[in-house]
């Protein structure tokens, strides 16, 4: 049986990280991407250069998906330990330590990077196949 603790007396909401934090992170996690979808191309010409390319790909998402992951329990933090999804539903009145995390789970989606990382993953993802495929059928 899980019980659910809440500290609504004083929470700690998180403060936002800077500017050259988010972007450290955001070129992590898009070189890694990029790295990853080369290994299809660089196998062709040099075993040893794909592996490398696997192991930094691979190295860079370790880092980059633990900085999100670290992300997304912040803001559920907020959430459950403010019991923000309960108190909106039921239209509860919000108090001034409700509204800074409300503040800052909607400022840390706004900066967020994310949704630009996901469509350069998913524009490399269609290059790769698209130059393998070449490249399989003697095009390239």
Request: aromatic share 16%; no cysteine.
């Amino acid at each position: 049986m899980t019980e659910t603790v809440t500290n609504i007396d004083k929470m700690n909401i998180p403060e936002g990280y800077s500017f050259k934090r988010i972007q450290f992170y955001f070129w992590i996690g898009l070189i890694s991407a990029i790295l990853l979808r080369l290994i299809i191309i660089a196998d062709y010409y040099n075993g040893i250069l794909a592996k490398a390319l696997f192991y930094l790909g691979v190295i860079g998402y370790l880092v980059f998906f633990a900085h999100r992951y670290h992300i997304a329990t912040r803001r559920v933090g907020v959430l459950t330990n403010l019991e923000l999804l309960n108190k909106i539903k039921d239209k509860t009145p919000l108090n001034e330590e409700d509204y800074r995390g409300l503040e800052y789970i909607m400022w840390s989606l706004s900066v967020s990077k994310e949704r630009i990382n996901y469509l350069v993953i998913f524009a490399f993802s269609v290059i790769a196949i698209v130059l393998s495929l070449a490249l399989d059928l003697g095009i390239f």
